[in-house]
């Protein structure tokens, strides 16, 4: 027994220790991405930790119904490969079914605070005129402006990592925050958006403070069935959304209407030849010509990996926010319906990395639950 117990503990620790290794490299990513510094041999780093996220994975026992449903899931993934040339639905699968085994919570922290450490990183770099441009004048809405990216490529790429470092801080640390916590990240966000002009970032920090204030402070909502189900409503809605933005365009007076509040995000999908994005390059399983790049974001799934493969991901999101209900979950509530209403027109959580899209590690958090598991009959391939 004594043996046993010694040779799980070591599988244990091998799991652990490449699972790390796997996401800190995947961070570090996202945080060179925003960076001025290009990225070598990025294709050769997703390999590595594919392989790192597979080590954790085959050294951590699962039950019979994850090897099944991972078997599955591998199948859409290879299909969508095949399809596309594009391996990021496999390189998803084995880091959700990576994450068993794991306290989501500490690995929630440690994503908080590396992608904090970097940002602020890039800040002082950018600041002390070391590395990376502190501002950049552009035309913004028709006229040249000066607006701040502190390090980070663009005004709008700054203050998405901001909302993401929120959000996420959010979630770690709700419990402990206190009401004037709140009215210091709100005043933040407001001298944030005094620097980047990102109206989009200025009305999602307002729109997901006040929602965790709800959350939190309305404890008789907590438990409750409806909010559960308005948020599920928010990820049918933004998929609607999404596929009229793509049919019509900016030919509908409310999309036009729409489109001059989103600088023209809308529109921007008739600037490639083929006018990407549109409905009309959007296939079941897409096809590898489908790689170009707009801020849409449900569109951007659509048409990047196809409708199949989209829409069985917006599914499993609302799966899970049912599960979520049945924990009484509300902060993971908050997280799911703020990033789905943010995807609709920013792409951020749209991308190759991983260490961008919280909601994948939602899925791994959430995995058990979602499949139904009994945790007594788990089983390890090693």
């Known amino acids: 027994m004594k043996d046993k117990e010694k040779i799980a503990s070591g599988f244990n620790r091998i799991s652990q220790i490449a699972f790390y290794l796997a996401l800190f490299i995947e961070l570090t990513i996202v945080i060179l991405d925003k960076s001025a510094y290009t990225i070598q041999y990025e294709g050769l780093w997703f390999r590595l930790t594919f392989v790192l996220f597979g080590i954790s994975l085959v050294t951590t026992k699962h039950h019979p119904k994850e090897w099944l449903w991972l ?15 594009r391996n990021e639905i496999l390189r998803w699968i084995v880091f959700i079914w990576s994450c068993q085994g794991k306290d989501m919570k500490k690995v929630f922290k440690f994503t908080f605070w590396y ?12 600041v002390f005129g070391i590395y990376g441009a502190v501002a950049q004048e552009a035309v913004y809405r028709a006229e040249p402006e000066l607006r701040y990216c502190f390090g980070m490529g663009h005004p709008n790429a700054f203050h998405c990592m901001m909302l993401a470092i929120t959000w996420l801080g959010i979630y770690c640390y709700h419990e402990k925050l206190k009401w004037y916590s709140y009215a210091l990240l709100s005043i933040g966000h407001i001298i ?45 809605g933004g998929v609607v959304l999404s596929v009229l933005m793509a049919k019509y365009n900016t030919t509908l007076p409310i999309f036009e209407k729409i489109d001059s509040y989103m600088t023209g995000r809308i529109y921007s999908l008739y600037d490639s030849d083929r006018d990407e994005g549109m409905l009309h390059t959007w296939r079941l399983w897409s096809e590898p010509r489908n790689n170009y790049f707009f801020d849409l ?11 199949i493969p989209a829409t069985i991901y ?59 598991v009994n945790e007594e009959k788990q089983t390890s391939v090693v």
């Open 115 to 126: 992608t904090t450490a970097g940002c602020v990183m890039l800040f002082f770099l950018s």
């Open 71 to 85: 078997a599955v899931f591998g199948v859409i993934g290879l299909i969508s490969y095949k399809a596309t040339g």
């Open 314 to 372: 917006f599914l499993v999101q609302c799966w899970m926010l049912w599960c979520g209900y049945k924990k009484k979950d509300y902060m993971l509530l908050m997280m799911v319906t703020v990033i789905t209403i943010y995807t609709i027109f920013e792409a951020h959580y749209i991308s190759d990395y991983i260490g961008r899209n919280y909601i994948f590690f939602f899925l791994g958090m959430y995995l058990k639950e979602m499949l139904g």
């Open 297 to 307: 974001g449900i569109v951007r799934m659509f048409y990047w990996f196809g409708i």
């Open 192 to 236: 944030l958006y005094m620097f980047t002009k990102s109206r989009t970032g200025l009305l999602m920090s307002a729109g997901s403070i006040l929602l965790t204030i709800i959350l939190v402070y309305w404890k008789s909502i907590q438990g409750k069935k409806w909010p559960y189900l308005l948020g599920i409503a928010v990820i049918v």
